[in-house]
């Protein structure tokens, strides 16, 4: 997989398969945005969450849409999880050396 010209990145981690499956289906009907991978992981049996899976969420499209598609992801964790617990981050220019890191994860995306 290589980063095609003027392709962002987006990243969003949330906790939990559920609100990671709702935080997807409004980033695609937000935004024209493809979805490059799902990786699961649970945090250290030390650490106190609610729900013991964090899942991150990975997606190509322009930069506007990616930005519109975290934008709406991020407002649909919230109904389901507090502030820290919802993460997002955009990149405008994904160096070519983190392509083949894109579809990497636990779970396949087809």
């Known amino acids: 997989m290589t980063m095609a010209e003027g392709k962002a990145l987006g990243f969003v981690e949330v906790q939990g398969y559920s609100v990671a499956l709702a935080v997807m289906d409004k980033a695609c ?51 389901y999880l507090r502030e820290d617990q919802v993460i997002t981050k955009c990149i405008t220019s994904g160096s070519p050396g983190i392509a083949s890191l894109l579809s990497k994860g636990k779970v396949a995306v087809r």
């Open 29 to 79: 009907k937000t935004a024209d945005v493809h979805i490059l991978g799902i990786d699961a992981n649970n945090p250290p049996e030390n650490m106190q969450t609610s729900i013991p899976l964090m899942i991150q969420v990975k997606f190509s499209g322009t930069v506007s849409h990616v930005q519109t598609a975290l934008e709406a992801a991020r407002e649909e964790a919230l109904t």
